[in-house]
């Protein structure tokens, strides 16, 4: 039988497609702890060797690059969070957690939180649905056997998100996702039309360092935008969030984001955010457990 083309399908597929993962009601509450204003959200993916290793792992200048992820980029960061007295979130393909397990052990000592984020960096639309979920099974079971915590949330790595992904989350037990789109601020996940009581952390490539600084010199791929640039970017996000009692949510990665000549970006968005005094710095768990507190999900 010939494959349907989407110009040819009858309502049910294609109303089917849009219906399989849907944003449901708006979980921006009407105050954040403390009388803040606004939740800060900084993440980090963890992806230091993955990013080659899904691919083949060709490259030994690739791998060592993602290597610098956990030899310069996390040190930095930690100190930093550490200095500022602040939490983030870390998503961390398993691989990662099995290469670097003192990392792992160490984000969880300073309080942070630690998420899924793929088994080897995976993409989930390229693997068998049964594949899919025993990855991200045995993933949890990793982190939790490396870091003594079990994970109670999950970003798809590279954001993919397949047509299954969201049952195993469920079967998992997560209370939130972090991979998908449809709005500035926490919403709750609906399957099939069924309200799921999970939340949705919504990201944006724009607020996502690597689409700016990410290269590769075989694809032609060159950074595009000065330092200065992606802090306006961020920035601007960071005040609108503020300005309507928001989330800002920021997705990082240690081997991007961490150069000397760009980690300022961090550092003074850091400082524009405290210096408004009302904002609440937290971890992804944190703010799923409040919203959906305040929801009564």
């Known amino acids: 039988m010939t494959e349907l083309k989407p110009w040819q399908w009858p309502e049910e597929i294609w109303r089917g497609k849009v219906e399989q993962v849907r944003a449901g009601r708006n979980l921006k509450p009407k105050v954040w702890p403390g009388g803040a204003r606004c939740a800060v959200a900084l993440s980090f993916d963890v992806d230091h060797e993955t990013n080659e290793l899904r691919?083949?792992?060709?490259?030994?200048?690739?791998?060592?690059?993602?290597?610098?992820?956990?030899?310069?980029?996390?040190?930095?960061?930690?100190?930093?969070?550490?200095?500022?007295?602040?939490?983030?979130?870390?998503?961390?393909?398993?691989?990662?957690?099995?290469?670097?397990?003192?990392?792992?052990?160490?984000?969880?000592?300073?309080?942070?939180?630690?998420?899924?984020?793929?088994?080897?960096?995976?993409?989930?639309?390229?693997?068998?649905?049964?594949?899919?979920?025993?990855?991200?099974?045995?993933?949890?079971?990793?982190?939790?056997?490396?870091?003594?915590?079990?994970?109670?949330?999950?970003?798809?790595?590279?954001?993919?998100?397949?047509?299954?992904?969201?049952?195993?989350?469920?079967?998992?037990?997560?209370?939130?996702?972090?991979?998908?789109?449809?709005?500035?601020?926490?919403?709750?996940?609906?399957?099939?039309?069924?309200?799921?009581?999970?939340?949705?952390?919504?990201?944006?490539?724009?607020?996502?360092?690597?689409?700016?600084?990410n290269m590769n010199r075989f694809q032609a791929l060159r950074p595009y935008t000065s330092p200065e640039a992606v802090f306006d970017i961020f920035k601007r996000e960071f005040d609108g969030a503020h300005a309507e009692g928001g989330l800002f949510l920021l997705t990082m990665h240690p081997h991007v984001i961490t150069y000397r000549s760009r980690f300022w970006i961090l550092e003074e968005l850091v400082r524009h955010a405290k210096a408004k005094g009302d904002v609440w710095f937290a971890t992804h768990a944190e703010i799923a457990a409040y919203v959906k507190a305040q929801a009564g999900l």
Do not use: C
């Not at 060709?58 to 200095?83: C, D, E, F, H, T």
């Not at 670097?100 to 998420?115: K, L, T, V």
């Open 55 to 213: 691919d083949g792992g060709k490259s030994v200048g690739r791998l060592s690059w993602g290597q610098y992820g956990n030899r310069a980029g996390m040190p930095r960061i930690l100190s930093m969070l550490a200095r500022e007295e602040i939490k983030a979130s870390f998503f961390v393909p398993a691989v990662t957690a099995l290469l670097y397990p003192d990392e792992q052990r160490r984000i969880i000592a300073e309080g942070h939180e630690i998420g899924l984020h793929g088994w080897i960096h995976e993409v989930n639309t390229a693997v068998p649905p049964e594949a899919e979920r025993e990855l991200h099974l045995r993933s949890a079971d990793t982190l939790e056997k490396v870091t003594g915590v079990r994970p109670v949330g999950m970003r798809t790595p590279s954001w993919d998100f397949s047509e299954v992904t969201l049952a195993v989350e469920r079967e998992l037990g997560l209370i939130y996702d972090s991979s998908l789109f449809a709005d500035d601020d926490p919403y709750e996940l609906i399957e099939k039309g069924e309200p799921t009581g999970m939340v949705e952390l919504p990201v944006e490539w724009i607020r996502d360092d690597a689409v700016y600084f």
